[in-house]
């Protein structure tokens, strides 16, 4: 559970979902990876509080992350598609620009998870690091790919960004 216990004190870890998809931006294909990455966060005790679509377009999703991490100060960013080989596909990018330091261990077990099921789960580009206060992990866009994703590294995910924020002294190991 993504919470930090401090006697009766329970503090929630927000969440932002960005999905990138220019045909889901244009209203053309059903977001489907989004509310699939929302829903399982929250299952997992995260506060889900923002939640868009932009285009693969590096300056818009530069734009959300930096909105997301410098305004509304949410603990972690999940970003749902643009991170395969399309010509479009600048997800990496984009989080790699904006993040102050990269966390390369997360994008890899992922990778490694996915390969146990699909040998084409190396072409992941997806990126992870942080700015400021807020972890960034790219996820795929197919749904399927979303939750192999996300069930590799959620269990940890709570930990390191109780880290991050200085609360683990207060918390412990999850």
Not at 37 to 64: N, S
Not at 125 to 149: C, D, F, H
């Amino acid at each position: 559970m993504a919470d930090c216990r401090s006697g009766s004190d329970v503090k929630k870890i927000t969440a932002a979902v960005i999905t990138v998809s220019d045909k889901g931006y244009e209203g053309k294909r059903e977001d489907l990876g989004g509310p699939l990455t929302a829903k399982i966060l929250e299952e997992h005790g995260y506060e889900v509080v923002y939640h868009t679509i932009v285009p693969d377009e590096q300056m818009m999703i530069e734009e959300e992350l930096k909105k997301c991490a410098d305004e509304l100060r949410i603990d972690l960013v999940a970003t749902t598609g643009g991170t395969g080989f399309s010509l479009r596909d600048v997800t990496p990018e984009a989080t790699i620009a904006v993040c102050d330091r990269m966390a390369p261990g997360i994008a890899e077990a992922m990778r490694m998870e996915s390969y146990k099921i699909t040998k084409k789960a190396m072409l992941s580009r997806a990126a992870s690091g942080i700015r400021w206060q807020t972890l960034i992990i790219n996820l795929p866009g197919s749904p399927k790919a979303v939750r192999e994703n996300l069930e590799a590294v959620l269990p940890t995910l709570a930990h390191g960004i109780e880290i991050l924020k200085g609360d683990a002294g207060e918390c412990g190991s999850l």
